[in-house]
Every structure is written in structure tokens, then in C-alpha cells.
């Protein structure tokens, strides 16, 4: 059973900075790919980033590329979400996610592991 936990969410204004992170334990956190997914208020949950086992190959969404980073550290565990640029349609909920079977990215319906989630807000 995969326990993931996120953090480093909050209020920030429009073009600030946040990183996200995200611990994970019960598994061989690097046999695996990770994602980071959001919902915004009255929205359906939609993928954001997505990084290989080994974070050589990164994913994102269109709105967010070119401002959203995805990272990983192996030894720690951890997967971690940097955020530039940040706009208020960035605001919601951020859930990290882990693959159930594959190493790779091969799309969203193959997550089947998630955090609790960790609100952003962005002003404007």
C-alpha cells in the first residue's frame, strides 16, 4: 500500500513561486512513475506533470509547460512540483499521485495511488 503525503502549498500572488513535494512510502518509490494532478473548485481533477522512474522523461499539461517543473529524488523518496509564474487559474487542489504498474508515463487512468491533496491559491 502506497502512502503518499503532499506539501508545500498556500496563498501566493499572481507570478510568485511555490514548490510542492511530496513524500511517499510503502513501495520501491523508484521502481515507478509519479504524477501531480488538480482540481479547481467546481472542476474535474486534471494532470498537471508526470516524471519517469528515473527523471529523464518529464510530462506536462499546455498550461503549464514552460512554468511548472517536475523532479524527483530517489534516495529521499520524494517528488517534488516547483511552480513559477504562478496565475489565479492555478488555483485548486494538488494532488501527487503514483503509478500502479508502469515506469513510464502512459497516462492518467494509470495512477492509482494518492495524496490528500494540498490547496494553492493564487491572487491576483
Known amino acids: 500500500q502506497v502512502q503518499l503525503v503532499e506539501s508545500g502549498g498556500g496563498l501566493v500572488q499572481a507570478g510568485g513561486s511555490l514548490r510542492l513535494s511530496c513524500a511517499s512510502s510503502?513501495?520501491?518509490?523508484?521502481?515507478?512513475?509519479m504524477g501531480w494532478f488538480r482540481r479547481a473548485p467546481g472542476e474535474e481533477r486534471e494532470f498537471v506533470a508526470a516524471i519517469s522512474w528515473s527523471g529523464a522523461k518529464t510530462y506536462y499539461t499546455l498550461s503549464v509547460k514552460g512554468r511548472f517543473t517536475i523532479s524527483r529524488d530517489n534516495a529521499k523518496n520524494t517528488v517534488y512540483l516547483q511552480m513559477n509564474s504562478l496565475k489565479p487559474e492555478d488555483t485548486a487542489v494538488y494532488y501527487c499521485?503514483?503509478?500502479?504498474?508502469?515506469?513510464?508515463?502512459?497516462?492518467?487512468?494509470?495512477?492509482?495511488?494518492w495524496g490528500q491533496g494540498t490547496q494553492v491559491t493564487v491572487s491576483s
Open positions: 499521485a503514483a503509478d500502479n504498474y508502469y515506469s513510464d508515463y502512459v497516462g492518467p487512468s494509470s495512477f492509482g495511488s
Open positions: 510503502g513501495r520501491t518509490f523508484s521502481n515507478y512513475a
